[in-house]
């Protein structure tokens, strides 16, 4: 292989008075500023700018739609088919969670009722969204495939006590799930 | 009488700095929003005027939202902490913003704001001081503002302050040189050093920058060439007067310390520069100072090129002179004239990278100063045509080149790098 050697570029004189090229730096600035303006930037539509630059503007416009399947956001608390809470309360997401955000208050289910077998349900949930860090070590470890982490992450409160979630908030979030495997009824 | 003079002094001081003050804060919004949009981004649009502390339903949003950012960033700074830390030569220290921002408040002083007002029979010039020696003062006020920010660095007792402050002073003071030198075409020019009246020449003769006007007319009316021969050396005095017009806007950044010129403050290598262990009101002091300079550099620049408060093209003499309309109209086209310009500072602060400091040095050493030297003659030669006639200018031209090239051969040899081998 010859060896090519590459010249620098020599420099012009327009070049090296500078102050043409400054300009022209200038005009390509000010041509960069009015399209972003107009809202018209490169990637401006594929990041749904807001018409200006190429930023969402927050509470307006949300991301929401594009949002992965694997989001983790707030952990929840699931019923299944027949309305039954998933929870058996074995505290075991209190035990590993790394913030100890969760606080479990475990009941026993009376004989009366339909689900009895079951034994126990959480009397309490609280999970402390201060603290909470959104690992879903909670969702792995569940054995009843009752905590998931979904993909809501507007959670603001002006006080503590309102950034507390409690069992209703959390079957709130976490709604019905249906297709899990049911240990407790015949369902498939 | 004289109480007559004394408040109208005392209520165009109040005004005056009022405006510039209130300008500062729009300089910093417009160059916060300017640089979002040229970074694709949006910006500070969001602070409303907060109606729902008085007890109203909605915060009221102005049309163009966020204009009232500055004034959060001001109570900001004024409520956080003041730390002066343990180490410092507190005396300076406490000295130093001060400093920076009284030269450049005091500066606007003799800059006209717009066009004399006739109050009862006698035209107030809309300057605080409607000095003789109008850029003489600018020049030395100006300059003083190198003993804060050197100060600050000083008295901070901490290294990087310190590089800043010394980077400051050396940078300022070089670029001082081209900056007089500069300007010195255009006072020769014009003949006068009384702001108020160079903005009236302009207003009768076209804008220095722009002289497609003259006393006869438009530059394609035959009335404009009523003189051909002095209508011709005016137009041949552009190239004195843009090489000037370029020294001294390039040395206004370098003097205001801003991008390409803000090795002072440059955060890649001096964390904040000689502004690193202020906080707090002292912060914001140099902050305004910075940007009151550049407001200040602004409108000097707009006064001596770009016709200062005129509104141009023939349109000044149409209108009464005096009224008090007409005279608030002009401050409004100098205030718009301004703007534009800090507008323009913004944009080449995201065009043109920084300089290196040995670049800076020579920028402001070999290249400026020779080239506003050699300016000057040139300039005293065309406008000297009159009087020495045509020989004398082209002896005197070829003098002048000859002198330029030997100048440039000079030059060269200084900026010439050593060579490896020669170690």
New interface residues.
């Given amino acids: 292989m010859a060896i090519i050697k590459v010249e620098r570029p020599k420099l012009t004189v327009g070049e090296k008075i500078y ?1 043409g090229s ?1 300009f022209k ?2 005009v ?3 041509r ?2 009015f399209k ?2 107009l809202g018209k ?1 490169t990637g ?1 539509e594929a990041l749904k700018s ?1 018409g ?4 969402m ?1 927050y509470p307006e416009q949300k991301w929401d739609d594009q949002l992965p399947e694997y989001y983790r956001g707030a952990p929840a608390l699931v019923t299944d088919e027949l309305d039954r809470e998933r929870c058996v309360s074995c505290q075991l997401c209190e035990f590993i969670c790394p913030p100890k955000a969760i606080k479990i208050t475990p009941a026993e289910i009376p004989s009366t009722d339909e689900w009895s077998k079951v034994e126990k349900r959480p009397k309490e949930f609280d999970i402390d969204m201060i603290r909470c860090i959104y690992c879903g070590m909670c969702e792995e470890v569940c054995p009843e495939q009752a905590i998931y982490l979904r993909p809501d992450y507007v959670i603001t409160g002006t006080e503590r006590s309102e950034m507390v979630h409690d069992k209703k908030r959390l079957y709130e979030i976490g709604g019905k799930r249906v297709g899990l495997v049911n240990k407790w009824n015949d369902l498939k | 009488m004289d109480t007559f003079l004394l408040i109208a002094a005392a209520i165009k001081i109040a005004a005056f700095i009022g405006i510039t003050l209130t300008f500062v804060s729009i300089c910093v919004i417009f160059e916060r929003r ?1 640089s ?7 910006g500070p649009n969001r602070t409303m005027i907060p109606l729902t502390i008085l007890g109203f339903k909605k915060d009221l949003a102005l049309p163009i939202g966020g204009l009232t950012q500055p004034v959060a960033d001001g109570l900001k700074f004024i409520l956080k902490e003041d730390f002066t830390p343990s180490y410092v030569r507190k005396f300076f220290f406490w000295l130093a913003p001060a400093l920076v921002v009284v030269p450049a408040l005091l500066t606007m002083a003799v800059i006209p704001f717009g066009s004399p007002m006739e109050i009862g029979g006698q035209f107030i010039p809309l300057a605080i001081a409607d000095l003789n020696v109008g850029p003489l003062f600018i020049f030395a006020i100006a300059s003083l503002s190198v003993y804060g920010i050197t100060l600050a660095g000083w008295a901070s007792n901490s290294k990087y302050p310190f590089f800043g402050g010394v980077r400051a002073c050396a940078q300022m003071i070089s670029y001082e040189i081209a900056l007089g030198l500069s300007v010195i075409p255009v006072l020769m020019f014009f003949g006068t050093l009384n702001l108020g009246h160079i903005v009236e020449d302009q207003v009768a003769n076209g804008w220095l920058l722009l002289p497609l006007w003259n006393d006869g007319g438009f530059i394609l009316s035959s009335g404009y060439w009523d003189d051909p021969q002095s209508a011709i050396q005016r137009l041949l005095l552009m190239v004195p007067i843009v090489i000037s017009f ?1 020294i001294f806007t390039t040395s206004i950044f370098a003097e205001t310390n801003r991008m390409p010129f803000d090795l002072p403050e440059c955060e890649t290598e001096l964390v904040g520069g000689y502004h690193t262990e202020y906080s707090s009101m002292k912060f914001a002091l140099f902050f305004m100072g910075e940007y009151a300079a550049m407001v200040v550099g602004s409108a000097l620049i707009v006064t001596l090129f770009l016709g200062g408060w005129s509104i141009g093209f023939g349109i000044d003499n149409l209108l009464p002179a005096g009224a008090w309309w007409v005279s608030l109209l002009h401050l409004g086209v100098f205030l718009g004239k301004v703007t534009v310009f800090i507008l323009f500072f913004v ?2 602060r ?3 990278p920084r300089f290196r400091y040995d670049q800076l040095m020579n920028l402001g050493w070999i290249v400026f100063f020779e080239a506003a030297l050699i300016n000057v003659f040139l300039a005293a030669l065309v406008i000297a045509y009159p009087s020495i006639g045509l020989w004398g200018v082209l002896i005197g031209f070829i003098l002048l080149l000859v002198v330029t090239i030997l100048l440039i051969t000079v030059a060269k040899g200084a900026t010439k790098k050593p060579s490896a081998t020669a170690v």
């Fill in positions: 102050f400054i730096g200038m390509i600035t000010l960069h500023a972003s303006l930037s401006a807001s200006l630059g190429i930023t503007q | 300017f979002a949009i040229i970074q694709d981004r949006v370029v944009l080449v995201w065009t043109v």
